[in-house]
């Protein structure tokens, strides 16, 4: 069998490490570089001929720094002959471009998906992808992880839970199945919004359906960026009368104070998040709760690795 490697971009050499630790296998050096005209040299450090090599890069701001170091990674390992390429990308930003919604756009998702496998890669490993249709731009395969099983166990966690007084509510019915599979995994009731969205910081949520009057309700998304539509989820939520509110989601961006807008609402008990995307130790409070999901991406490293079966780790929230 191919030895392993494991290398790291810049965007979240910390939970590389993270992933390194759990295999059990030394993170590899790699060295990024800027000439004078500002173009990115990749060089990694480490034996890649006929190895595994697996690249630990999130797409996340600097988004296009980030993409462009990927992308000089899988090329540079496919120029040392490694023996197969996977891009392990927890969060792949470009999957909010995944379809043509307003007139001479482009499709950002797919052109970026193109890049990346003419780039060298063979094998994507992702994590919560924004919708399920992202997953087909790809032309190599993908294996589509997701944080629910790491959510649940938090929240069968907290005192006073009663699955019998829960409901899962999810902001928009795009994003239902996935908080019905929440919803089934802690024995808990479904709700969902009917949202309709005008610009990238601008929703409007008319109505919530389902059952929240006092209960405990969780608020479940797949990413929070600005934090927009949660807070005006949470106004719908406030005139049905919840028994309490907690806040859910795998890719915690955060970005232009959306977390401190979250833990200023008095009546929000709880945010949790996943380390998908690195979160500065400066951006946290009290009610924050940041899950690892480490242990997910390395067994699926080490299923990958040994060509055994990654379904195990990703099918269980539609079939339970």
Known sequence: M???????????PELAKEVCAHLGV?????RVSRFANDCLEVQLQANCRERDVFLVQPLVTPVQENLVELLLMCDAARGASAGRITVVMPHYSYA?????DAPRISIGGRLVADLLVASGAGRVLAMTLHSPQVHGFFSVPVDHLHALRELADHFRGFPGHDPS???VVSPDLGNAKEAAAFARMLGAQVAAGAKQRFADDRVSISSVIGDITDRDVIVLDDEIAKGSTVLELLDRLREMGPRSIRVACTHGLFAGGAL???????????????NTVPIPIAEHTEKLRVLSIAPALAEAVRRI?????VSALFDDASSS
């Open 260 to 274: 401190k807008r979250l833990s200023d609402q008095p009546d929000v008990l709880e945010i949790v998040c996943t």
């Open 165 to 167: 007084r829960t409901t």
């Open 96 to 100: 909010r471009s995944d379809k043509k």
């Open 26 to 30: 030394p993170l590899s050096p790699a």
């Open 2 to 12: 191919r030895d392993i490697a494991v290398f790291s971009g810049s965007a979240h």
């Open 305 to 309: 690795h040994n060509g055994e079966s």
